[in-house]
């Protein structure tokens, strides 16, 4: 079998990064950032309030004194004039500070007067001033090429002075079912039927990635099915679901081995069965059809090539506690869909381990727990891998 590293580093190597466009912030929310945000200018600009209050200096303030009111000075109303010795300014918050202050005293610590100030208590050099450029300095990297640009990102490039941002073009991910026994949701199943979950499976974890899905007719096993299905398809990758096995009716492999993909017995569980090549110079990866394999296999395949075509961060692995034990196939890595626990641990999202069928521990699971290929049994409290679902990430 082939190991998943080298499955993965396979899959990869047949990307290469789309191209740029340049967009205002307000449409950039969800993708992939292509060149690093720099600092314009230091941020903050100037030192500021950070409290309402009264700017002193510092050496003149201890409990009990009580100094004139000499300034006004709110937010945005530009320079201040300069604080001589004996007096003080009011101020509000993330207004300049004056210069000869070196400090600010809230005014829940004094009689909030507007005239002549008493002070309740003494006053500290710095206290309560943010320093111009504590946050970054002008020219200072502040979003990295590679993030994937969510709220956070884009109002600290904001703050950093941009109205716009390179991000890398929506990659086009062309997605086809294959199966006779599929039916459209919301359909009643005849006898030996099942619904089709993996194109709504498929297409939600291709947008949250950051591509864009395009849905094609299911396919039915017959021979040339999925040839004619992928003729003409124009996208940056292809992705399948189902007929990559060894079975008598798999259409996929039927159709496509030998003709550019390559077929593989991966050693995970699930999601033994899977393909890789191209088709029509397009990159494609052949997944299996049960909706826990696809969803992993995604995870573990489709994800880095993805996101290798968006220029974007791979994720870390990280790392949690069993909360209980469980048995592990031998020679393969396994990756369960798995609940945090308030504990911070992990346990199977279901009773029955990580097994391709159980598509509603697909709803319950938080995260996949990833064990390796030479463990063939976890206990509780050994410590296990972690991969974040992509969906979990999509705010």
Known sequence: MRPVDEHVAHAVSLMAPVDLDEVALAEAFGRVLARTVTARYDSPRFDNSAMDGYAVRAAEVTVGTRMRVAADIPAGSGEPPALHSGTCARIMTGAPVPHGADAVIPVEHTDAATAEVTFYQSAVTG???RRAGEDARAGDAVVAAGQLLGAWQLSAAASAGHATVAVRRRPVVAVLATGDELVDPGMEP????IVDSNSTLLSMLVTAVGGVPVVLPRCPDRPGAVAAALAGVDADLI???????VGAYDPVKADLAGHGVEFFAVAMQPGKPQGLGTVNGIPIACLPGNPVSVAVTFHVVVGPMLRALLGAVEPKVLAAPAAEGWKCPAGRAQFVPAVVESDGSVRPATGGGSR???VASLA???VLAVVPAEVEQ???GDTVGIMTSILENMG
């Open 127 to 129: 206290a309560h001033i």
């Open 190 to 193: 005849g006898p030996g039927q």
């Open 239 to 245: 992705v399948t679901a189902g007929g990559a096995s």
């Open 356 to 358: 391709s069928h159980l």
């Open 364 to 366: 319950a699971g938080r």
């Open 378 to 380: 976890v206990y509780a």
